[in-house]
């Protein structure tokens, strides 16, 4: 990951530069400090620019346009003395804010954020947290079956174990009786899905075999299995709801729910 950081409080830049370093080995983190040395290093392959709003010589609004308009993929990182909402004039163009002075946890955090997002703007994501969605570099796949869609999310849910035909038709058709009219409705979603994916140029996600159906996680970025890898860490991105448009979905929510309620306890204990 390229990082640049803009800033003239070179004291707290050095803090940054080696906890980044320390945090992963080889990103390749470049200090400026004069405006006019930006431009030349805003290109494709910066993945993260942190940018200082106490540096009273940066013209924000104009340079964060610029980032983008070059890299739109960028991730950009306001860093201030005050609260999120006293920038709000530049932040809303943004992804991240961090408040100064930096705190290790907090470097800690942004980084691990920015390499999601990054991660998520360059390859197949997975929401799960709100509604359920599929995006291919950022932009929603559309499912021409919404149960084909439906029975993927279950897929998702089920954190690359076996879907079989019965378990996917109970909680899809929870009203059908289990007779081979309903079975045909399972295997047109899951051709479905297969077209779709194929569709879009996407392998390696989606398998299924005779009466069963799975997921290859490591295939893609899911904010629910990130969650799952370290609630403390991922704790803010979950938004108090999971698949909301599924009814299946709430007994997970239910043991997100008390894995959030737990990492709030111990923190107070």
């Known amino acids: 990951m390229q990082?640049?950081?803009?800033?003239?409080?070179?004291?707290?830049?050095?803090?940054?530069?080696?906890?980044?370093?320390a945090i992963s080995k080889g990103n390749q983190t470049r200090v400026i400090t004069e405006?006019?040395?930006?431009?030349?290093?805003?290109?494709?392959?910066?993945?993260?620019?942190?940018?200082?709003?106490?540096?009273?010589?940066?013209?924000?609004?104009?340079f964060i346009e610029e980032i983008k308009l070059k890299n739109s993929k960028?991730?950009?990182?306001?860093?201030?003395?005050?609260?999120?909402?006293?920038?709000n004039v530049y932040i809303q163009n943004c992804d991240l804010y961090i408040k100064k002075p930096y705190?290790?946890?907090?470097?800690?955090?942004?980084?691990?954020?920015?390499?999601?997002?990054?991660?998520r703007m360059k390859r197949l994501y997975i929401n799960t947290f709100g509604r359920f969605d599929v995006l291919l570099d950022g932009s929603a796949i559309h499912f021409h079956n919404a149960k084909a869609k439906e029975l993927l999310a279950l897929c998702v849910d089920h954190c690359g174990g076996d879907v079989t035909m019965p378990e996917a038709i109970d909680k899809l058709w929870p009203n059908r009786c289990?007779?081979?009219?309903?079975?045909?409705l399972y295997r047109k979603a899951v051709i479905s899905i297969h077209e779709c994916f194929e569709e879009?140029?996407?392998?390696?996600?989606?398998?299924?075999?005779?009466?069963v159906c799975c997921i290859n996680a490591d295939e893609f970025e899911c904010?629910?299995?990130?969650?799952?890898?370290?609630?403390?860490?991922?704790?803010?991105?979950?938004?108090?709801?999971?698949?909301?448009?599924?009814?299946?979905?709430e007994n997970t929510l239910i043991q997100i729910e008390k894995m959030i309620n737990k990492e709030t306890d111990d923190e107070f204990e």
């Open 3 to 21: 990082i640049v950081v803009v800033d003239d409080d070179i004291d707290n830049n050095q803090v940054v530069i080696n906890e980044l370093l």
């Open 35 to 62: 405006l006019n040395e930006c431009h030349s290093f805003m290109n494709s392959n910066v993945h993260l620019v942190i940018i200082s709003v106490c540096s009273p010589q940066i013209n924000y609004i104009s």
């Open 74 to 87: 960028s991730v950009i990182c306001l860093a201030g003395n005050n609260d999120a909402q006293s920038v």
């Open 103 to 119: 705190s290790i946890s907090e470097i800690h955090k942004l980084y691990e954020t920015a390499l999601l997002l990054s991660k």
């Open 178 to 184: 289990y007779d081979e009219k309903v079975k045909r």
């Open 200 to 211: 879009n140029h996407i392998d390696g996600i989606f398998e299924s075999s005779r009466g």
């Open 223 to 249: 904010d629910y299995y990130l969650f799952l890898s370290n609630p403390h860490l991922y704790s803010d991105m979950f938004n108090g709801m999971y698949m909301f448009e599924y009814e299946w979905a």
